[in-house]
């Protein structure tokens, strides 16, 4: 099973596939938006990237950060972008499943306060990788993809 974790903003959307067995890390990156642009355009670069991702890689399930809320402004731009991310995957049939992220903390270290460092540490130990996967918003799409696949395991 391949499974796409997605970590939604409207700068940057970072995204991780993982296969299940065996356990692989196959990809990993960002889709970054035009900074500067109006935020239509922003959007409108967002969806077609998002598109081309998800047909490129052809999940099985797509694992997607409820939103957080934590300054009204920038809660209200991400809240945009995780609509066009949402809406480019429903368009395709995808299953999704959505966590807070306190339960990617809590699936990937145990505790559900644990720093971001933590999880990111965490996502390298579990595939053997030298360093962190970079940029954070890509190593965050990776620890949601390995939630959704340890929670598919535990149903």
Request: proline fraction near 7%; hydrophobic fraction near 50%; aromatic fraction near 6%.
């Given at each position: 099973?391949?499974?796409?974790?997605i970590d939604?903003?409207?700068?940057t959307v970072?995204f991780?596939l993982i296969?299940?067995?065996?356990?692989?890390?196959?990809?990993?990156g960002v889709i970054?938006?035009p900074?500067?642009a109006?935020v239509?355009?922003?959007?409108c670069?967002?969806?077609e990237d998002?598109?081309?991702l998800v047909?490129?890689?052809?999940?099985d399930?797509v694992?997607l950060e409820k939103?957080?809320f934590y300054?009204?402004?920038?809660t209200?731009?991400?809240?945009?972008a995780r609509?066009?991310?949402?809406?480019a995957l429903?368009?395709?049939?995808l299953?999704?499943v959505?966590?807070?992220?306190?339960?990617v903390?809590?699936g990937?270290?145990?505790y559900g306060?644990?720093?971001k460092?933590e999880v990111?540490q965490?996502?390298a130990?579990e595939?053997a990788?030298?360093?962190?996967p970079?940029?954070?918003?890509?190593?965050d799409?990776?620890?949601?993809?390995?939630?959704?696949l340890?929670?598919?395991?535990?149903?």
């Open positions: 099973m391949l499974i796409l974790g939604p903003g409207l700068a970072g991780g296969e299940s067995k065996p356990l692989e890390l196959l990809d990993f970054s938006t900074a500067g109006p239509g355009e922003r959007l670069v967002l969806y998002m598109q081309a047909a490129q890689m052809r999940p399930l694992a939103l957080f300054r009204m402004g920038n209200i731009l991400v809240a945009q609509g066009v991310v949402l809406l429903a368009q395709q049939q299953p999704i959505e966590f807070t992220p306190a339960q903390k809590q990937i270290t145990g306060r644990a720093p460092a990111q965490a996502v130990r595939f990788l030298e360093s962190i970079q940029p954070d918003d890509a190593a799409a990776i620890a949601l993809a390995l939630t959704a340890w929670q598919s395991q535990l149903s």
